[in-house]
């Protein structure tokens, strides 16, 4: 009895932890997607501001939001390619490390002209102006040669593989038609050799050539229905019986033999 209550009691207690532990993981899953989720409407709002700002002022906040814009445009547009690259194919690891250092210094340069939209001494900002854009133009710069490596290998894998899947249908196509008729072969003249089809019920032996070229049809015809004529055979010569033979009067009588 005390070990069924202990067991029961163990089972209750790992369903506990069961139940807390699931609790635990669906709530962090949901605070991570109310993030994300917040995170992606706060950048959307950024972008169109500064959409908004780049074509609606002019000077000094204008520039400075247009380098913001492009840089973000760069960075996200390279992000994306990259992560969904690395999904299929291992060796873009090390370019997503590199592009990991790159936004490193983008967020840092971010930041600064994000600072400096704030910054009520406007000659002062149009002095820096110059450095900012030659470094908003080298980080856009790696940004997209990183981006469109990996799209042209992409392409490239792509196109392989659809050059072999090509090579594939055209010898499956090849294979099913096997009904096609091939060439009949050549004799030694040179002409394609004839066979005589036969259809059932018509296997009649072939009529012989007659020797006499002036032979009629009909003895043709009649070789073809009753086959070869029969060979006679010859007879056998047989010698005169003597005394059936004829005497006449002037052959003398045959006279026996003695032996000594």
Do not use: C
């Not at 090509?166 to 096609?180: C, F, K, M, S, V």
């Amino acid at each position: 009895m005390e070990a069924a209550i202990t067991i029961l009691a163990l089972l209750l207690v790992a369903f506990v932890a069961l139940g807390v532990y699931a609790t635990v993981k669906a709530v962090g899953a949901a605070k991570r997607g109310v993030d994300r989720t917040i995170t992606q409407a706060r950048r959307t709002v950024e972008d169109t501001t500064l959409r908004a700002k780049s074509f609606g002022q002019t000077g000094v906040a204008g520039e400075l939001a247009q380098l913001r814009l492009a840089l973000r445009t760069s960075m996200r547009a390279t992000q994306d390619a990259l992560h969904a690259g690395a999904a299929e194919d291992a060796s873009l690891a090390e370019s997503v490390a590199l592009f990991r250092r790159l936004s490193e210094h983008g967020l840092e340069l971010d930041d600064e002209l994000k600072r400096l939209e704030r910054e009520p001494d406007r000659a002062t900002v149009a002095g820096l102006l110059p450095k900012l854009r030659e470094r908003t133009q080298r980080i856009t710069h790696s940004a997209e040669s990183l981006r469109w490596a990996a799209r042209d290998r992409a392409r490239q894998f792509a196109d392989d593989d659809l050059d072999a899947l090509n090579a594939q249908i055209d010898i499956e196509a090849g294979a099913l038609r096997h009904w096609t008729v091939e060439e009949p072969p050549q004799t030694s003249g040179g002409a394609p050799a004839s066979t005589t089809a036969q259809g059932p019920g018509t296997d009649w032996p072939e009529p012989a050539a007659s020797a006499d070229p002036s032979a009629g049809n009909s003895s043709t015809a009649d070789q073809a229905w009753s086959g070869p004529a029969r060979e006679e055979s010859p007879q056998a010569i047989t010698a005169p019986d003597p005394r059936l033979r004829t005497t006449y009067p002037w052959q003398k009588s045959t006279r026996p033999e003695t032996t000594n």
